[in-house]
């Protein structure tokens, strides 16, 4: 049957049995996130258009071809948002942040959205989870991103991960570099992609973020162009002591980190420190997060000068990795099944309505027999069953079952919860095994 209707192309539905991992994952990472004392924001799913121009780059990949941009019907130019740091950024500014402290740590978690070409690791609708430190230009805080970002993968099972790592100066800096990049390309130009020679023409630092093998050789220095020219022997004193500063504070932390001289990062708005992490065997789309110092974005907003600094990991692709080398545990054990006879069907709700405010109960809405129940009890993968007899009810009693070893016992009213702690903590010993 031909179904009428399917998830848009490029999103997808995450259904129980999938669900848990993610659950797991984002627990994990609030629980890294607020143990180094960043606090949750919560900005909308759209924004004006203008925002991300503004602070993306007009010329960007993500402004130019992937955003989903929309008319409301009051006419206002809106878009749904492709990342979160020029959201933050302005709910910064909106709400005077400023005023309320010098540095602000901050962290978000959401659904990102970008009219890419739909791969394995590439949706039309991802989830991000990024932080930001606002506020201060020091290379500490670089520092303490990447450390965050390192213990977040850290904690989701991805161990001895190297940190590729550069410098994107000021932008002037980046001006020079871009000029010398299109030199230094300028012969090759008519081996280049359609897109890197728009590129090369518009902003000659994005024909580094390639995919094309061919490409990727000629900036391995492999095409007869010779070394690519590297954008950290032109930075000024400043950045250069940055960088150097970074470097070794990653270092007195033993982060692994590498010098990635091809590291650009997609978004124009960044300064000085970049950042990635990616994981080869995830094929095209590897990076699994990144980030970086953005020191001229807030201003880009109107705002006055404020440096910035943060990242953000998309977890399709964590969920993808965690899922493929078994990083997630086995989601919790079952609860509690209700079996009620026919004198006691009246009385399975009302004690399930009771035990749920302790345990995961459940229990047959329908009214079948006792073996339906037994066997949804078993399917439902509950650890217990609850027997409800109409006998043991009159005298006060229900029996329970542990399923996995049969060990049953009948038990007061009064002493229930006892009794399922014991049974669900797994001290099953004191039970009488008839
Ligand atoms: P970016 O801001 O482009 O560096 O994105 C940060 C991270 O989000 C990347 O490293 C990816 O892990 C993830 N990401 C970006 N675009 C997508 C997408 N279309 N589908 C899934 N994940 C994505």
Redesign the pocket.
Known sequence: MALKHQAPRGTRDLLPGEIERWQWAEARARDVLEHYGYREIRTPIFEEVELFARTSGEASEVVQKEMYRFTDLGERELALRP?GTASVCRAYLQHGMASLGRIHRLWYLGPMF?Y?RPQK????Q?W?VGAEIIGTPAPGADVEMIALFVDLFDAWGFKDLTVAINSLGMPETRARYAEKLRAWLAPAREQLSADSRQRLEVNPLRVLDTKDPDELKLLGGEGGLGPLPHLIDLLDAESREHFDAVRAGLTALGIAHEIDHGLV???DYYTRTAF?VHDRSLGA?S????GGRYDGLIEALGGPPTPGVGF???L??VLLMVEEKGFAPEPPAGGIYIVAMEGTRLVAPMLARALRQVYTVDYDLEGRGVNAQMKAAGKGGARAVMLLGDDEWQRGEVVLKELKTGAQQTVPLDGIVEALDRMLMGTTSEMEIP
């Open positions: 990342e970008r890419g690791g590439r949706y039309r991802f991000q990062r997609g978004l990635e789309q990076a699994l997060g990144g953000s990991i998309g399709d692709r």
